[in-house]
């Protein structure tokens, strides 16, 4: 079975400064996708950013990187210059491709960012 | 113009009644999802929809059946509500439910179950 793990249950960071999220994953297979989703106290999940697993190249979208470290089988999130709206759950994901391609989360990461 | 839209956002109930949570979405998606967040914030897949068609039936209770009557719309009946049910559900849609396309969630139904 695949699974998601993360092992901060609650992060703090000051505005401006950089944060790291992790996340690992135990999968046997080859083709799979992995996520970081937001969900900020309105509740409403957001799409962060994406890597496809063939891609060596680190996901980056605009303050959102990722390291991914396909041979531990890690998938960190890097938040630079934070932003008191940054405050929310962030949720580790993954899928395989092919077959029922479905999402399982980890349990979040509570980041909060403080002024 | 919501996406993704649910109703009721939320709702109280007592044990054993029969309740519906409706979902729409005007993206054009083919695939459409239920999910369910425990009180610990654990967000697990209960079921998927593509065009009408049933994909993922992920082990849920019997008691949840998914409905979708046209491609744009998949509602979740919920029958004799137990303690145990109350959480918040999210739907969600895709284009074609591959894992290269976004999810767009809706806002949550938040379910309690007295």
């Known amino acids: 079975a695949q699974t998601v793990t993360q092992s901060q249950p609650e992060m703090s960071v000051q505005e401006a400064e950089t944060v790291t999220l992790s996340c690992t994953y135990d999968t046997s ?12 106290p309105s509740r409403q999940m957001i799409l962060v950013i994406r890597q496809e697993a063939y891609k060596q190249q680190n996901a980056t979208e605009n303050r959102f990187s990722v390291n991914f470290q396909k041979a531990a089988k890690s998938f960190s999130l890097k938040i630079s210059d934070s932003q008191l709206g940054d405050t929310a759950m962030y949720f580790c994901a ?14 979040g990461t509570k980041l909060t960012v403080n002024p | 113009d919501t996406a993704v ?13 029969d309740k519906s949570i409706k979902c729409e979405q005007n993206l054009g998606h083919d695939t459409m999802y239920w999910y369910k967040q425990d009180s610990k914030k654990f967000l697990k897949i209960m079921f998927s929809y593509n065009n009408k068609e049933l994909i993922i039936n992920e082990t849920v209770p019997n008691r949840f059946s998914p409905k979708s009557p046209d491609k744009a719309h998949l509602n979740l009946h919920i029958n004799s509500l137990e303690l145990g049910d109350s959480a918040v559900y999210f739907c969600a849609s895709s284009r074609l439910g591959r894992l290269q396309e976004t999810q767009y969630f809706g806002p949550g139904t938040r379910l309690l179950v007295l």
């Open chain 1, 29 to 40: 297979e080859n083709n799979y996708y992995l996520f970081w989703y937001k969900q900020p």
């Open chain 1, 94 to 107: 993954f899928g395989t491709q092919g077959g029922s391609e479905k999402l399982v989360f980890g349990k």
């Open chain 2, 5 to 17: 839209s649910q109703t009721p956002k939320y709702l109280v109930t007592q044990m054993g009644n």
